[in-house]
């Protein structure tokens, strides 16, 4: 049979199987054992190699060959193409796992958010291991997907939420589920996201400007509903929100456009906003330790909710019923400003773990049990301190029983670095952060959009059943109808 796949079949809606031939159902194992490297490494190609791509090419070229790189932005393939001269060059992440089919082995995906399921499950449906950015995917309806395709395909994933490399979060996840908290009921986590323009300075669309020629902006949108290109003006160009939102230029000087290449986080058809972008971080510890899933209800108290952009500030409670001898847990989430204030936990919950004269983080976490408090001033949970009696002597007596990657920090290498242990072991759990995991996470994190656009009102959810049950509305957001030639 052969193994190339007719690319113009593919693209038809419903012809994807069919198109797939024989990696549509290889496992991972077979279809790696077809592609063997002669030089016994692993091949790697890597989709959107500027921004974070750039770091994530770079580390899986390190650790194995890159043999293709993609990008929708000729100046940024050919920035990285200095780095990877031998590796064939792509705009067209499909036209690149067409063409090279049996040849790769594994794929880094760091696109914006609306591509990672695409591209993610076309090459998971293909056989090869996927590690893709954080938030995994931009619908609650994806995240379900890339979960259960993995699993059928047994591949080796990794989400790159890089604090879940962390020593420190892993001895916070020991050091809570030994009990020494108590029974948590309540979850704080706040951010300091957005750091780019959404509500209220940009509500409505920019105007149309001609696309440039070194940018593909059809293969830019993607899945998503087609809209002009637009260039960088006075009001949307800069990367900063809050007190930093306005005019001028991004990091370094630098004009970005109003999508492309950074601002596309704060637009409801590309982006997944300070929730999605923050919380696979600093939500990480939180899930993990109190061994959430499925929340049972959800409702999004926010401001200057419209239809194109995220809003200037949201308050989102969710509710976690028992998981064996764990208790509910309310789970609430704080972001941006309001009334000139920042968001943030209850003042009479801060005074309990603020030092006199301490500030506020900018991000953080906090569990509050009923014999003590875990508080993280810091982005991934590694960093924390315990307050109560006796808690911190009870936490030195806690077993290890997660692994170490080495060195006092998580770091991105590292996460990596766990992901080809995964796939030289054929073991996808040892990755932690796969996407058994990393699905759940990114599922519930995103239902809080949901709730953003039903403001105010109360969504009961059916998790196993992928609906809200009280609220037929809130439904349409739970997936969305691509455009024609890209589906999952």
Known sequence: MSTRINRRRFLQSGAAAAGLGYFYTATATSAARA??????????????????????????GGLGEMIAICDIDDNTLARKATEFSSAKKYYDFRKMLDELGKQIDAVTVSTPDHTHAPASIMAMKMGKHVYTQKPLTHTVFEARQMREIAKKMGVCSQMGNQGSASSGLRRAVEVVQSGVLGSVREAHVWTNRPIWPQAPQVMSRPPEAPVPATVHWDEWIGPAPMRPYAAATSTVEREGQGKGQGKGKGRGGRRRGPYHDFNWRGWWDFGTGALGDMACHTANMAFRALKLAYPVSIVGDATDVNPETYPSSAKITFQFPARGDMPPVTFTWYEGRRGGKKLAPPEELLRKVLKPDEQLANSGSMLVGDKGILFSPNDYGEQYRLIGEGVEESARNVKQFLPRLGGPGGTDLHQKEEWVKAIKENKPDIAYSNFDFAAMLTETILLGNIAIRMNGQKLDWDGPGLKFTNNSQANQYVKYEYRKGWTL
């Open 35 to 60: 592609a063997d490297s002669p030089s016994g490494k692993l091949r790697f190609a890597s989709i959107g190699v500027g921004g974070k791509g750039g770091g994530d090419s770079t580390h899986a």
